[in-house]
């Protein structure tokens, strides 16, 4: 009875909140695809006509993302860190022999020798792909993010087969807790660098790299950062799935 | 009046959709007593987030962020500050997702459910 009182409540006052929400904010708000509209100016403009040149990346969002947001970027990156190394250590395993865990992996029944035989191919095929989109995350689509959740898929993919003999991707869970702080490590090497000749932080043209171009220094440094978020990304996704998976336990409520 | 209709929802119909996106995670998260329904609902809450940053970007007769020769002008590339900000917002909040799971599995652990009746209940005893 109280339940049922309660959801009503709540929405009628979420339906209140959708209409005056709609009812005060929609002429403030721009119109769909209007080039003059404020966040379409600005900043934005400058972005797209003046970033090619300045930051030698095709991709403006990558462009964008890595060098005039770069600052930003890192500090998302450590938060991703620190989210993965928060589920280590809030799952860490001094409760784990009240918990009698059996460590949970897919057995042969999920197996068999058709997701045997194809799996391998379909996750050289996925790491390929990865390390496609990483090295074009600056002149096409792509980026360190997305090409560390591809590297965490295959992971994940090998996980859920369990038992093959495939040595690609291995990486226990305190291990890929280290391998994150190493991807943000390359990444804060890269913005300190240019501090020791001269620079700012993450200012990239002033990396010790000898090009012809200056512009080319921005690509470097592009290159670099991405492959340190890739590593982050991948190494955090990891340890959620290995901290979560090694707790899990068929048998839902046997520690009764 | 139809074709008002019409442009009005083209114009500025996509943020009602958000708005009503935003508050059925918000209805989620105040009503449903199951703590992992409620971390799903936050999530769709943030996805509701997204899509209104990124319908701020788009711009009409704009292709994709990524510079094909020739195309210089500002007006031929719809806005990629929006989508730098919302790909860093959707990997950390699968991190975020991540270490809300593992506490959900630190409750389960003290109070051998996540139903919010029974935690509040067994906490009430502890006092």
Redesign the interface.
Known sequence: MM?GN??KV??MM?LV??VI??WG??DL???????D?A??TH???V???E??EQTDA????T???ADY?GF??FL?TT??Y???F??AM??SNW?RK??NADIFRATESFGGIDVKVTMPFIILFLLLYAAYVLFHGEV??G?G?QAG?LIALAFILYTLIGNLELNTVMLTQHFAVCVGGIGVMIYGVTGLLPLFYGGKFLEYSKLPFYVEETAKLHSIGIIFIETGVTIC?MA??IT?LE??LE?NSLYD?R?? | MMTEINSFLAEKGIYMLTVILFFLGMFGMATCGNYMKKLMCMNIMQIAVIFFFLCLGQKSGGTIPVTISGLLSSDDYINPLPHALMLTAIVVSLGTTGLGLALLMRVKDKYGSIEEEVVIKKGDEEK
Do not use: Q, Y
């Open positions: 339940k309660k959801k709540a929405g979420m909140f959708i929400i709609c904010l929609i708000l721009p119109t769909i695809g209007d080039p509209s966040p379409n900043i934005s403009k972005f797209i006509e970033g090619p095709a991709n403006l969002v462009g964008v993302l947001r930003d970027t998302e938060v991703m620190l989210a993965g928060a589920v809030v799952l409760l009240h918990w096409s689509l980026g993010f959740a990304v955090t996704i959620i901290a979560v707790r409520d520690n009764k």
